[in-house]
């Protein structure tokens, strides 16, 4: 169970990084047609039959900050037609339109408009960021503008991440349940589901992959699938999963070394925690301290003093999960 906890922290990782960054829906609406036929600058009859399609178009829901964002889809017009007089032409139509209610309306908008000129100016520093950073960078500017109604304006890209995560939890439950699954048909599945959540995101492919194999070499039922295989045959199943899941030839040849080293040293600390055993039968007190204290000199060289310093604040290293392919 807290293997599967785990993973549930990596997905949500992954899917925060995934979702986040889909662009808000609420200002794709389609162009007021009643407004497309003015092409100079507006007269009173223009300006009465405007206020009264925006009138049509938003009283009934003028309350909500959302309705403020879809106008700026008729604000677009008006700014063509009435040329450097539309923002003085709109803040009119908006008081004359909605009464008290207008200055609040143009508030968000202006708010909505300060975010946009933000992603503009920040484009790159956004698209250099690592994901969890550029993701925090945008929400914490959205909340700063719109404080609780954020929740409200992107509240389809809110569900969208629930939904996802949702799916996501439980493919893995599923991959992690059911023993009759091959470890090859386990990554086609949870690297399917991986592809639905982060369709349209902007995470980089290398950290899709890391995540990807992170979550998978997670999986008790992998583990206990390589567990079962000799070094030799577990080191080839390993690699060959890890080409499935896009690395390319330098980095297979590179995490191949990785794992060498790091099977070397789970067999040397399994060897140390084994003769360390049968030291604490032997002896004890001072006598066993230094005799652990010697077969950590013995074992791990320049990093006994680390070893030791360690176990004194009850950290164990070779006492923790082994997970093939990732430790």
């Given at each position: 169970m807290k293997n599967i906890i785990n993973l549930f922290i990596s997905l949500a990782l992954l899917i925060g990084v995934a979702v986040y960054f889909f662009r808000p829906q609420v200002v794709n609406e389609e162009r007021p047609q009643d407004v497309v036929s003015f092409a100079k600058p507006l007269e009173a009859g223009e300006t009465e039959t405007l206020i009264h399609a925006l009138r049509q178009d938003f009283l009934a829901s003028i309350d909500s900050i959302l309705t403020h964002i879809k106008m700026l889809s008729y604000r677009e017009h008006i700014y063509k037609i009435a040329g450097k007089a539309g923002p003085g032409e709109w803040q009119r139509l908006m008081q004359m339109a909605f009464g008290d209610k207008g200055d609040l309306i143009l508030l968000n908008q202006a708010k909505w408009d300060e975010y946009q000129a933000w992603?503009?100016?920040?484009?790159?520093?956004?698209?250099?960021?690592?994901?969890?950073?550029?993701?925090?960078?945008?929400?914490?500017?959205r909340t700063d503008l719109f404080a609780d109604d954020a929740k409200i304006i992107w509240a389809d890209e809110i569900a969208a991440y629930e939904e996802q995560r949702m799916n996501l939890q439980?493919?893995?439950?599923?991959?992690?349940?059911?023993?009759?699954?091959?470890?090859?048909?386990?990554?086609?599945?949870?690297?399917?589901?991986?592809?639905?959540?982060?369709?349209?995101?902007?995470?980089?492919?290398?950290?899709?992959?890391?995540?990807?194999?992170?979550?998978?070499?997670?999986?008790?039922?992998?583990?206990?699938?390589?567990?079962?295989?000799?070094?030799?045959?577990?080191?080839?199943?390993?690699?060959?999963?890890?080409?499935?899941?896009?690395?390319?030839?330098?980095?297979?040849?590179?995490?191949?070394?990785?794992?060498?080293?790091?099977?070397?040293?789970?067999?040397?600390?399994?060897?140390?925690?084994?003769?360390?055993?049968?030291?604490?039968?032997?002896?004890?007190?001072?006598?066993?301290?230094?005799?652990?204290?010697?077969?950590?000199?013995?074992?791990?060289?320049?990093?006994?003093?680390?070893?030791?310093?360690?176990?004194?604040?009850?950290?164990?290293?070779?006492?923790?999960?082994?997970?093939?392919?990732?430790?």
């Amino acid at each position: 169970m807290k293997n599967i906890i785990n993973l549930f922290i990596s997905l949500a990782l992954l899917i925060g990084v995934a979702v986040y960054f889909f662009r808000p829906q609420v200002v794709n609406e389609e162009r007021p047609q009643d407004v497309v036929s003015f092409a100079k600058p507006l007269e009173a009859g223009e300006t009465e039959t405007l206020i009264h399609a925006l009138r049509q178009d938003f009283l009934a829901s003028i309350d909500s900050i959302l309705t403020h964002i879809k106008m700026l889809s008729y604000r677009e017009h008006i700014y063509k037609i009435a040329g450097k007089a539309g923002p003085g032409e709109w803040q009119r139509l908006m008081q004359m339109a909605f009464g008290d209610k207008g200055d609040l309306i143009l508030l968000n908008q202006a708010k909505w408009d300060e975010y946009q000129a933000w992603l503009s100016i920040q484009a790159v520093v956004l698209q250099n960021a690592d994901p969890l950073t550029r993701q925090g960078m945008i929400w914490q500017k959205r909340t700063d503008l719109f404080a609780d109604d954020a929740k409200i304006i992107w509240a389809d890209e809110i569900a969208a991440y629930e939904e996802q995560r949702m799916n996501l939890q439980n493919t893995i439950t599923q991959l992690n349940t059911q023993a009759d699954i091959s470890l090859e048909q386990r990554l086609v599945t949870l690297n399917n589901q991986f592809a639905l959540a982060a369709e349209s995101s902007q995470m980089p492919a290398e950290a899709y992959r890391s995540s990807l194999a992170s979550v998978y070499f997670g999986l008790d039922t992998v583990q206990g699938e390589l567990g079962k295989m000799d070094a030799e045959q577990r080191q080839a199943t390993i690699h060959n999963l890890r080409k499935n899941m896009g690395y390319n030839e330098a980095q297979l040849k590179s995490m191949d070394a990785q794992d060498k080293e790091r099977e070397e040293r789970w067999a040397v600390g399994y060897q140390y925690m084994a003769a360390k055993e049968k030291l604490s039968s032997i002896y004890q007190g001072a006598e066993l301290e230094q005799k652990i204290a010697d077969l950590q000199r013995e074992y791990f060289k320049r990093e006994a003093k680390t070893i030791s310093m360690e176990e004194a604040d009850g950290f164990y290293r070779f006492e923790r999960p082994r997970y093939y392919g990732r430790n």
